[in-house]
Every structure is written in structure tokens, then in C-alpha cells.
């Protein structure tokens, strides 16, 4: 079993959605939480950055973290077309310094 | 201010080359970091550095290492390459590598190997 869990999808909106995204994680010590998004041929672009428990919001984007239960979601609001790319959920714990565990992303498609 | 680049952009080689892939990051950023993404596996970290020493480092094998120079830039190289090399390697910079910085990653080189 993977120390990240993430459901691969393709996941298939309509333009206009709610969409979300989530994470399962096994290790109790990751602290700290991260969303990305991944067009095809591109690196990972940084989405959402939070730690421990609690909620962030970001314009249309909204991050949950909920440790006790060792789940992380992502929420789009007004998906667009352009949002169809792969999200990948990351974590890493204290003092591990850019050594980050990934999910192995969700592709995401969003229908005009 | 520019990205976190990576030469070369492609990049064939043979079963049992080697291969040097190289990472210029942010201007400022001292910690690199270096991950390889397949299907399969997705993002696995290889190893990262920090002032040109090795601060963490993945579950790979030897025959990959890296390396970082005093101007933050760094490599990494690949040994007696293997089918399963082919990948798409990315570097990621930081200030420091901090708890609470945010990781920037490149484009990444697509390695395949023949």
C-alpha cells in the first residue's frame, strides 16, 4: 500500500462544476500539504499550500485538511476547461526539507 | 524573474549510457531538488541539496547521484542506464528548503531509453 492514495480517475466534469479531489495518507508524522496541477508535458504548478488541520482558500479553490482522519480535499468552485489538467496531492513532514510524497494524481477533465 | 529551468528539454539514449541532466533554479533559491516521474510510479523523489551538500536522498539505487554547485545550480547523472530510466526527471527550487517554503518545479527532462 502506498503512503499516499489517490484516485487516478479521469474524472469528467461539465464547464461550470464543482469539483472535488481528495487524498488519503497512511503516515501520521506529514505535517505539511500541498495541491498541484499538471498540464501535459509541463511540471507541477503549486496550487495550495497549507499546514496541519483546517481549510485555505484561494480564489476558486479551496483546501481541506482533515489530520485525525488522514484526508485531504481539494475543492474547485466554477470549473473551466482550462482546470483540466492532473492534480496531484503532496505532503511532507517537519524538518524533511523539499522531500515530498505524492499521490499519484487525478486526471481532471472539464467539459464546455 | 525567470523559472526553475532544465536542459535539455528531450533526450534518447541507450541501455547502458550514461546520461547528465542539468537544472538552473530560481535566482536566489539554494535548495534543488530532484524527482522522477513515470506511469507507474508517479512522483518519487530522488535527492536534494543544499549550499552543494546532499541534505536528503530517496530510495534509488547508486547509480544515481547529483551534485550542486556554488552558484545553486545542479546535476544529476544516471549510470549504465536502464529501460526503467525513462522518465520524466523534474527539478524543484527553494529558498532553503524550509517547512513552510513553497517547492517551484521545472518543465522536467524526458529521458527515454532505448
Known amino acids: 500500500q502506498k503512503e499516499v492514495e489517490q484516485d487516478p480517475g479521469p474524472l469528467s466534469v461539465p464547464e461550470g462544476a464543482i469539483v472535488s479531489l481528495n487524498c488519503t495518507y497512511s503516515?501520521?508524522?506529514?505535517?505539511?500539504f500541498m495541491w498541484y496541477r499538471q498540464y501535459s508535458r509541463k511540471g507541477p504548478e503549486l496550487l495550495m499550500y497549507?499546514?496541519?488541520?483546517g481549510n485555505k482558500e484561494d480564489g476558486r479553490f479551496t483546501a481541506q485538511v482533515d489530520k485525525s482522519s488522514k484526508y485531504i480535499s481539494l475543492f474547485i468552485r466554477d470549473s473551466q476547461p482550462s482546470d483540466s489538467a492532473t492534480y496531484l496531492c503532496a505532503m511532507k513532514w517537519n524538518n524533511a526539507g523539499n522531500m515530498l510524497t505524492f499521490g499519484g494524481g487525478t486526471r481532471l477533465m472539464v467539459k464546455p | 524573474k525567470a523559472g526553475v529551468t532544465q536542459t535539455p528539454r528531450y533526450l534518447i539514449k541507450t541501455r547502458g549510457q550514461q546520461v547528465t541532466l542539468s537544472c538552473s533554479p530560481i535566482s536566489g533559491h539554494r535548495s534543488v531538488s530532484w524527482y522522477q516521474q513515470t506511469p507507474g510510479q508517479g512522483l518519487q523523489f530522488l535527492f536534494e541539496?543544499?549550499?552543494?551538500?546532499?541534505?536528503n536522498k530517496g530510495n534509488f539505487p547508486g547509480r544515481f547521484s547529483g551534485r550542486q554547485f556554488s552558484n545553486s545550480r545542479s546535476e544529476m547523472n544516471v549510470s549504465t542506464l536502464e529501460l526503467g530510466d525513462s522518465a520524466l526527471y523534474l527539478c524543484?527550487?527553494?529558498?532553503?528548503?524550509?517547512?513552510?517554503?513553497?517547492?517551484?518545479f521545472g518543465s522536467g527532462t524526458q529521458l527515454s531509453v532505448l
Open positions: 524543484a527550487s527553494s529558498p532553503r528548503g524550509g517547512a513552510g517554503e513553497k517547492l517551484f
Open positions: 497549507t499546514y496541519s488541520s
Open positions: 503516515n501520521s508524522a506529514f505535517q505539511y
Open positions: 541539496y543544499f549550499s552543494e551538500t546532499q541534505r
